[in-house]
Structures are given as C-alpha cells and as structure tokens.
C-alpha cells in the first residue's frame, strides 16, 4: 500500500489497529473521566453546592443511603461509558468490513 493512498484515505488503517486503539481507550477513558470529573468538582465546587442546597431545602445534608445511590451510579455511568466506547470501534470495524466486501465484489 503505498503512502499516497494512505494519506488520501483510498486506503484505510487496518482493524487490528482498530481493536488495540479500543483496549488501550477501554483501560485508559476511565482514568480520564475520573480525572476530569475530579477536577470540575475542584473548580466549580459541585458538590459543596448541591450539599449546601440540599441542607437548605431538606435540612439534611447527603447521608450514606444518598452516597450509595451516587456510588451505583457512578457504576452505571461507567459500564455506559464502556459500552458507548464498544459500540463506537464495533461500527467503525463493521464499516470497514463492509467497504472491504464492496471493493472485493467489484474487482
């Protein structure tokens, strides 16, 4: 395959570069969710305000049933994520596949 047609995307990368750009994103996205999340936190003081106005409105400020709700879905934010994640390289792969099985009937 030569360079021009990679870079004309006449060519396309390969699946296999698909596949391991999944698993290193797989094992690298929720360090960086988690990051990011932790420092919108840090800078916009989410949780202090929600705490504040749920004292406010209830009287009481978050207790453990209340963070064992957060926990679980932080949980379910996360397996949503991965499966986001999933779904994105599976369409991307089916694609290729797909325009692979054209060329191959037209040739």
């Not at 360079?3 to 391991?20: N, P, R």
């Not at 499966?83 to 325009?99: G, K, S, T, V």
Request: proline share 3%.
């Amino acid at each position: 395959m030569p360079l021009m047609d990679f870079l004309t995307f006449k060519a396309f990368i390969s699946i296999e570069v698909l596949i391991v750009f999944y698993y290193i994103g797989a094992v690298v996205l929720p360090f960086l969710i988690w990051s990011l999340s932790k420092w919108v936190i840090q800078k916009y003081k989410i949780v202090d305000f929600v705490n504040r106005h749920k004292k406010r409105l209830t009287g009481q400020p978050f207790n453990k049933s209340r963070r064992t709700k957060m926990i679980l879905l932080f949980i379910w934010l996360f397996i949503f994520m991965e499966l986001c994640w999933r779904l994105l390289f599976e369409f991307m792969i089916a694609y290729m596949q797909m325009r692979d099985a054209l060329l191959h009937l037209n040739l």
